[in-house]
């Protein structure tokens, strides 16, 4: 004890929804408080989980929250949101998922029977990844502490021998490869809340990634890099690559996959769609001689028809993630500070 | 989906703080709910965590959401407690604990310095246990949906060869150890809420049990069963075995450890100090002719001094807790439907 708060008092002595919500002010908090004081070289990685030894079997272990609103959606539910959630951080770490935890915060008050749908929707999802949800808890906060119901799942894998992702692996010139249209999931969200005052057919993209990733690293395990763009969209996790790898990120706005009516909601209510979060989707560094393969493998699944090369690892700006724009000129695409979301998961 | 909720919706169709209390009310939803629809092998145990196999290697797997009131109470902390509640359900499950995650749902406005204090709480309960927290997630819910912080822990580690943590183990005749004193954490929290209207020095036993309950697995790898009395107190962790066991225990309330304020403020609030939470004890199942050996290691280390046989497996009341009072009658010692305290983890 005694040591003074990473975090300067002086800007923030309270926490802001911005701190949730996977930008500047999420990684600042995340670096300093928890990363500086929680120190070890598995936290160091900075992946979406940890992969650590046991014997001649690498294991990857991960942990989310889910406090999504509202809980059901265009799409999906929370309770399939946990499940898939878990499933493709641990699956970007090339790990395949095995194990699931789930620990349930509900609100005194919420309706046994939209628990029992959450609850049925998990075991689908469970189902259709492949998993099983081995150990839980339950927690019930008085009327007024909590939102209805957040779930936290963990999640085991194992990484098969040969496969390891990590953004220090990355080489100038690989091809960066996104599995399909960007933004559906927070649109979802959106168009689910009250505030939201137009009629859209936009459903959230939850599904879940480890068959599509596994044809994948069958093929191809020596993939340097991936990453699920969930929270922030794809412009956070590009940023968080790029710095970490200190290397340069170039994408072409052409190329990026989104639907019309996605595009054309954004415009409207003056919304980045890449800053909006997907559930769905993959993006991944390939070297240049394997993007084709990896191109082709991805289009034969229902869950990566619409992948596309979207840029590359360049010499400059090293760092810093460009793109360049529909009419030619160069952007850089910073962080934003907090998400346009709150609470998209 | 489609499937009728398996709760009675007549009975309760919303959600009480008993659901959550860690008695019968707890258990009928875990068991309807969750495990008959979760349904497999490893949850079927019913143990504090699952235990599978990769390759030669067993790991344990848990997980808890911790959502005390208040966060900060004698003795001990929201950050330290989410640390050991984990550390010490990994223990029970016969397993060293190893890494750790942190999932924090934070409610907006929470002040910096309070968040800081907890990290480094974790951090200090780590490094006592000697586990490292690897993976994290962070998420912010708007004022007024949640109660200031709440944190899951998920856990793993390693079970050693030869350990096999069951109630299917237990034998007539096994012997009940209780590693110490009961009911200092459930009424330390009380002491801590503002309705508490007396002063007591009374502290929480929060602590990590691995090491000492790796002293006794070292010498006696072959304990057939171990439980920490958290919520719902011995009674209810005794009345889960013997449940699941099908055989009947006796214990005598002379024998059980309980310090004289404890005693003495249960009496005047009516709280049966039976139901009421542990955080640093272990409830260990011993065959008779290592009862001796057993209490000698627990004894030796500060946190098992007060080490007492409470009780045996006996051939009577399968499936029943009967406690023989200080007066000579038997009691029988049931399940609560809630809690007396909601929200002591």
Not at 74 to 97: F, H, R, S
Not at 219 to 246: F, Q, Y
Not at 323 to 341: C, F, H, P, Y
């Amino acid at each position: 004890m005694g040591l003074a708060c990473p975090i300067p008092l002086t800007d923030y002595d309270k926490i802001l929804m911005a701190h949730g919500g996977g930008g500047t002010l999420s990684h600042q908090l995340i670096q300093k408080m928890f990363f500086g004081h929680f120190d070890n070289e598995l936290l160091r990685t900075e992946h979406d989980g940890a992969v650590f030894s046991f014997g001649d079997q690498r294991i990857a272990f991960t942990t989310d929250s889910y406090v999504v609103r509202p809980i059901f959606f265009p799409g999906g539910d929370i309770g399939e949101l946990a499940v898939y959630g878990t499933v493709n951080d641990l699956a970007v770490c090339g790990a395949e998922p095995l194990y699931i935890s789930a620990g349930f915060i509900i609100e005194e008050g919420f309706s046994m029977d939209e628990l029992w749908r959450i609850v049925q929707s998990m075991k689908s999802a469970a189902d259709r990844a492949a998993v099983k949800i081995v150990t839980g808890d339950t927690k019930v906060v008085d009327r007024g502490k909590g939102d209805k119901i957040y779930i936290n799942t963990s999640g085991v894998g194992l990484v098969p021998p040969g496969v390891e992702i990590s953004s220090q692996k990355i080489q100038r010139g690989d091809k960066i490869i996104l599995s399909g249209k960007i933004a559906e999931h927070g649109i979802a969200i959106l168009s689910a809340r009250e505030e939201f005052d137009f009629e859209t057919s936009v459903k959230s993209d939850t599904a879940p990634l480890n068959h599509l990733i596994k044809k994948v690293l069958e093929t191809h395990p020596d993939i340097p890099m991936m990453r699920d763009p969930t929270r922030g969209g794809i412009s956070s996790v590009l940023n968080e690559i790029a710095n970490k790898s200190r290397l340069g990120i170039l994408i072409r706005e052409t190329e990026i996959p989104i639907a019309g009516d996605i595009r054309a909601i954004c415009e409207i209510l003056g919304l980045d769609p890449l800053y909006i979060a997907n559930e769905g989707k993959v993006l991944l560094f390939v070297p240049e001689a394997k993007t084709e393969s990896v191109l082709h493998i991805l289009r034969s699944d229902p869950l990566g028809e619409h992948a596309a090369i979207i840029g590359e690892v360049v010499n400059d700006h090293p760092g810093r993630v460009v793109m360049k724009t529909a009419i030619g000129s160069n952007r850089i695409v910073d962080m934003l500070s907090g998400e346009q979301l709150p609470r998209i998961c």
